[in-house]
């Protein structure tokens, strides 16, 4: 059974920086495409960015050139580091795991970004 839990989140002020992690088992991680997700109050959860088991990344417009998503597949881990942030990315971060159009989910970390 695959089991994703994030870590990581807290709050930052404006302009500074948080890096999540979510760590993966029950999988054979690196055969599985993985990405962050956020969801807001009154907004749809959205992708932020995924990396394909092959290494290929995808952001989202809103925070090209700001986040980067990276993993480690010697420690089961995928990672978003998130620099500049903005009030508007106050939202839950999901950790995603999906292969042969099957997803698994994380709990959800909570990054709040204000002053």
């Known amino acids: 059974q695959v089991q994703l839990v994030e870590s990581g989140g807290g709050l930052v002020q404006p302009g500074g920086s948080l890096r999540l992690s979510c760590a993966a088992s029950?999988?054979?991680?690196?055969?599985?495409?993985m990405g962050w997700y956020r969801h807001a109050p009154g907004r749809q959860r959205e992708l932020v960015a995924d990396?394909?088991?092959?290494?290929?990344?995808n952001y989202a417009d809103s925070v090209k050139g700001r986040f980067t998503i990276s993993r480690d597949n010697a420690k089961n881990t995928v990672f978003l580091q998130m620099n500049s942030l903005k009030p508007e990315d106050t939202a839950v971060y999901y950790c995603?795991?999906?292969?042969?159009?099957?997803?698994?989910w994380g709990q959800g970390t909570q990054v709040t970004v204000s002053s």
């Open positions: 029950g999988m054979i991680f690196r055969l599985y495409d």
């Open positions: 995603n795991a999906k292969r042969y159009s099957k997803d698994s």
């Open positions: 990396i394909t088991s092959g290494g290929s990344t």
